[in-house]
């Protein structure tokens, strides 16, 4: 698995470090990553459930909510057993194809994500600004068109990149100091030209999780303008409970993608171990703690949620 340099070797057969650095505390790691995948898969699956069978929460907001809790368990699921086998039994080996395989679900989750945070910023701008008009906006047929274009929008801004990928000759090292496979870890070991890469991976960012962020904060603007504008108190207070668990989410999500961003651009003396690990909350954290958000913070779900697991048993 030793570096090689020579233009006509392309490697098809990768190794994944894990977390460089911190090999003999693998099997310690393993323990928040494994509770936070099992909280994840537990915790946005019951969601899921509870929101498809339950008439009452078949509203344009929890249908979104639905949609975010599916990503999270693919974005989950892209990540941790990959870690957990690295951690548990040293199984980093990992081949080229595979790599591009999981280095797209993951990206393209990820686009999908900040895509559904997006559509429940205007999901409240609705129903904060128009309230009349809410449903009347927002049907059932508008909200699975919303999900399909989400979902085309993030497979399709990825799946060039597949093909960029592809054509790269793997000369430098299959030694990737990481936990899974991402665009940039990779790219960056190809002894080609990457000014198309990057290049490209500026215009995803820019048409995707840049944009998306730009028309929430807009939304957000005008959803508090129609807030202080309400005359009364009460109205304003439940106005902006409404949107509390959606704000949690928004910080929850992009927060740590841009303090790992930082780091990057300006944590030139801070190892790559640590890199690694942040960039594994900006994946771990937010499907863990999204359905936990949501629980606590909207009444509708909280109540179906002890109606299931409490009610039932008794």
Known sequence: MGTVNHTDISHTVFHLLGIPGLEDQHMWI???????????????????FIILTRPSLHGPMYLFLCMLAGADIVLSTSTVPQA?????FHAGEISLDRCITQLFF??????????????????????????????TVLTNSLIGKIGVGIFLRSYGTIFPIIFLLKRLTFCRTNILP????????????????LQVHIWYGFFVLMSTVNLDVVLIF??????????????????????????????????????????????????????????VLLANVCILAPPMLNPIIYGV?????????????FLKVI
């Open 30 to 48: 393993s323990i928040p990553f494994f509770i936070s995948y099992i909280t994840a898969l537990l915790g946005n699956s019951l969601l899921i």
């Open 84 to 88: 957990l086998s690295i951690f548990w």
């Open 106 to 135: 993951i990206h393209s989750t990820f686009i999908s994500e900040s895509g559904i945070l997006l559509v429940m910023a205007f999901d409240r701008y609705i129903a904060i600004c128009y309230p009349l008009r809410y449903t």
């Open 178 to 193: 990481h936990t899974a496979c991402e665009h940039a870890g990779l790219s960056k070991y190809a002894c080609n030209d």
């Open 218 to 275: 807009v939304s957000y603007v005008l959803i508090l303008r129609a807030v202080f504008r309400m005359p009364s108190q009460d109205a304003r207070h439940k106005a902006l409970n409404t949107c509390g668990s959606h704000v949690c989410v928004i910080i929850l999500f992009y927060g740590p993608g841009i303090f790992s961003t930082l780091n990057h651009q300006f944590g030139y003396k801070i190892s790559t171990g640590v890199h």
């Open 297 to 309: 913070k909207t009444k509708q779900i909280r109540d179906q949620v002890t109606h299931v697991l």
